[in-house]
């Protein structure tokens, strides 16, 4: 309480109290952040502006929070194996020599590339919290859904009792593990 009156904080918004001055931060949504007393969550989420699942569990496709399950980590390394498994498709794709390929499968794979690029930009243009009005609501939704988002696989639950720093760790080793495994093949 600063002053002796009792603080608030209002739906959608996270509020942190240090000594005489408060912190006021924009949550992702308006029930993203419990109005009442400050740094209400709702259950299963924790973290600045109610941010990050609690542990055990991961952001699903309703992007709430959901508890880790035994299939929920199957699926979670199925995905990463697929990814390597493409990965591979790729390296194999790009290492037929130009003399051997027709331009036209060249240019259908640049194609794919950049309309892949596109998609996922435009995913992060439908996450700013703005009304979006139809069509291009609907448009957006459905570039959101071809959006590569490893947090709604269930990763987190592979990662165990501290997830933040196994993602950063995953994320850190992409690259240069990706050009690991193309240098062994």
Known sequence: SLCGSELLQGAGYYVQAFGDSLEVWRCSSDTACLPGPLQGCPPGTT????????TGSYKGGSSSCQSCTAGTAVIAAVFVVLCACFLRVLHSFGSIPASRTHA??????????????????LAVVYRVDVEWQQPLKALLEVFAAVAIDIEKVGVRCLL???PEVGLFLMRLAAVPGTLAVIAAV
């Open 160 to 162: 165990g009792d501290s």
């Open 104 to 121: 036209s499968a060249q240019s259908a794979a640049i194609v794919v590339g950049l309309s892949v690029s596109t998609l996922q930009a």
């Open 47 to 54: 973290g600045l502006a109610c941010g990050r699942c609690v």
